[in-house]
Structures are given as C-alpha cells and as structure tokens.
C-alpha cells in the first residue's frame, strides 16, 4: 500500500499560476531561489542528459531585455501590440529564470523527449515556487522564440533555445479560479 502525501496532492489539485503583471516585489534572494532551482532540477531528464540549464533574471537585467524586444519587434515587423506585449513581461518583471532546452547529442534519447524534459523543469520551477509561497507565472511569447533575441539577450548557443520565462515575485492579488478540463472529455480508459 502507497504511503500518501495529502498535502501535495491538495497543492496540485489546486495549484493555481499567478498572472505575472500582478507579482511585485519582493521576490526571492539567491538563498530563497536556490532550493526552488533544485527541485527544478529534480525533474526527469531521460538518460540522466539533464537536457536543461537556468539562467536568472535579476531585475537589473529586466530593462536591457526590455529593450531589446522592443528592437527585435520592430526589426520583425510586429505589430505595435505585440512589440508591447513582448517587452512588457521585462518591464514588469521583478525575478524570471530561463529555463533553457540544450539538445544533447544522444543514440538513445530523441530531440523531443529533451523538449518534454525542459518543459517539465518549467512546470517543476513553477510548482516549487507557489509551494514556497511565491507568485510565479510561466511565459513564453515571441520573444522567446526569436533567434536574435535568444542570442544577443541571453547568450544561447545553437542547440539552446528557451523552453520558458518563469517569473517569480510576491503575488498582490488571489488568483481568479478559471475552467479546467472535463477528464470525462479527455481521458480513455484502457482494459484490455
């Protein structure tokens, strides 16, 4: 018979993402982080490839990237609100980690299983930080998948790209409730 963990199964049934335009200061010092960085690094990595990396985000590098999507928006030829929405998660951010995909070289573990490996750092990241209290939102948009952006803001080799920007900080408001999925809708069972 399993040993239960009611607390943990209560967190993940009603974990709930913060919107990040709501979070603000404070968020957590490098101590804070560091066990929220670890359990992240706890997630599945297929092969023991550790198909991931982070980098932190203090908010002294917010503007530079802030700026940065605003020149890549308009090299783009994005649209005025996209070129907003891209730079606006750095002008309002206090604290994000990249959580950074490395493609590693593997006979045994395909490109795609890396991909899930780094997203489930994301999702692990983002867990550990509303379990430690923390508001925590877990966004990507356009920027993050902009070669240029990629590279000249965060330095990202050729086999690196940017699985997710997970902010955290102090949540100012509860987070609305919102529609979940019908499991009778998206679950199959199975028997023989």
């Not at 690094?41 to 203090?58: M, N, Q, S």
């Not at 966004?139 to 590279?151: A, I, M, P």
Request: proline share 8%; aromatic share 6%; with cysteine.
């Amino acid at each position: 018979m399993p040993t239960p963990n009611p607390a943990a199964l209560e967190f993940l049934l009603t974990r709930r993402s913060r919107p990040a335009k709501t979070l603000t200061a404070p968020a957590p010092d490098r101590a804070a982080l560091m066990p929220l960085l670890q359990a992240a690094a706890r997630t599945p990595d297929h092969g023991k490839l550790e198909p991931w990396r982070f980098i932190v985000l203090e908010q002294g590098a917010m503007p530079r990237l802030a700026d940065l999507a605003e020149v890549r928006g308009h090299a783009l030829g994005k649209a005025a609100a996209d070129i907003a929405k891209g730079r606006s998660q750095f002008d309002q951010g206090i604290l994000a980690v990249a959580v950074i995909e490395v493609q590693k070289p593997s006979e045994k573990i395909p490109p795609l299983e890396q991909t899930y490996s780094a997203g489930a750092a994301c999702l692990a990241l983002l867990n550990a930080a509303l379990a430690s209290g923390w508001g925590a939102n877990w966004l990507t948009g356009w920027v993050s998948h902009d070669r240029t952006f990629c590279e000249a803001g965060l330095g990202l080799a050729e086999n690196e790209r940017i699985a997710g920007f997970i902010h955290i900080a102090t949540e100012t408001v509860a987070a609305p409730e919102r529609p979940r999925p019908d499991l009778d809708q998206i679950t199959e069972w199975v028997s023989q």
